[in-house]
């Protein structure tokens, strides 16, 4: 026997669920938003479940703070890049990162400066958290991306893994054009990552004032750099 036909919703109901969706939607786009990426390449396999603890402290971190969006990025593998819808559940978010694995592959810097620059564009980002290891792209070509961010206020944290003198040279360099702080942590700073991973959130969920009041290294060394 067929089933009765469901009851159709009113043009009340549908418009009071439109209404609560942009309620919504609008609620999203005025929370401080953050973009938060990741080297996901071979290189980094040694220290990767040390480096996501730390991240997933973060983000715990952030949802003390204040109400703030991040949107977890990666690179790896053979052109792989992804980006997550916008979190702002400390949970979720660590189960996004839980998921990722290294895959050898090379970096893809430039791909990750152009998509931040069109979030920002479509709706403004406080920042861009960067952790990685390796560049193998020209650094011209970061550092022009990276002075568009400066231009258009979107600073660049950038979190070096290992000591590639190279790489220090122009993730400082991209720090510096962009407005934003470069600092260095390997397998014996699990500590170091997570307070200045912190400092960063309590950047973008209440600027420089609110990096002020915040205890610890990682603000001091943030604000040592941060433009005023």
């Known amino acids: 026997m067929a089933k009765p036909p469901a009851q159709n919703s009113s043009s009340q109901d549908i418009q009071a669920f439109l209404g609560t969706a942009r309620a919504v939607a609008v609620f999203a786009q005025r929370q401080p938003r953050?973009?938060?990426?990741?080297?996901?390449?071979?290189?980094?396999?040694?220290?990767?479940?040390?480096?996501?603890?730390?991240?997933?402290?973060?983000?715990h971190s952030a949802s003390k703070l204040a109400a703030i969006s991040i949107q977890?990025?990666?690179?790896?593998?053979?052109?792989?890049f992804?980006?997550?819808?916008?979190?702002?559940?400390?949970?979720?978010?660590?189960?996004?990162?839980?998921?990722?694995r290294c895959q050898?592959?090379?970096?893809?810097?430039?791909?990750?400066?152009?998509?931040?620059?069109?979030?920002?564009?479509?709706?403004?980002?406080?920042?861009?958290?960067?952790?990685?290891?390796?560049?193998?792209?020209?650094?011209?070509?970061v550092c022009q991306l990276a002075g568009q961010c400066g231009l258009r206020k979107l600073p660049l944290f950038l979190f070096q893994e290992?000591?590639?003198?190279?790489?220090?040279?122009?993730?400082?360099?991209?720090?510096?054009?962009?407005?934003?702080?470069?600092?260095?942590?390997?397998?014996?700073?699990?500590?170091?990552?997570?307070d200045l991973l912190g400092a960063v959130a309590c950047y973008a969920s209440g600027g420089r004032e609110a990096l002020e009041n915040h205890p610890g290294q990682g603000a001091r060394l943030l604000l040592q750099q941060l433009k005023p």
């Open 104 to 141: 050898g592959g090379h970096t893809q810097i430039r791909r990750l400066l152009r998509h931040a620059l069109t979030v920002h564009q479509e709706n403004p980002i406080r920042g861009l958290v960067f952790i990685g290891d390796a560049l193998e792209e020209p650094a011209d070509d």
């Open 34 to 59: 953050l973009v938060f990426a990741i080297d996901a390449t071979a290189s980094r396999e040694p220290t990767w479940a040390m480096a996501r603890d730390r991240q997933a402290a973060m983000f």
């Open 72 to 80: 977890l990025c990666f690179y790896r593998g053979f052109q792989e």
């Open 162 to 194: 290992g000591r590639d003198p190279a790489v220090q040279k122009t993730f400082q360099s991209m720090a510096r054009v962009s407005g934003g702080a470069w600092a260095r942590f390997d397998q014996h700073s699990a500590n170091t990552l997570a």
């Open 82 to 100: 992804k980006a997550s819808p916008w979190l702002t559940d400390s949970d979720a978010l660590a189960q996004q990162m839980a998921r990722v």
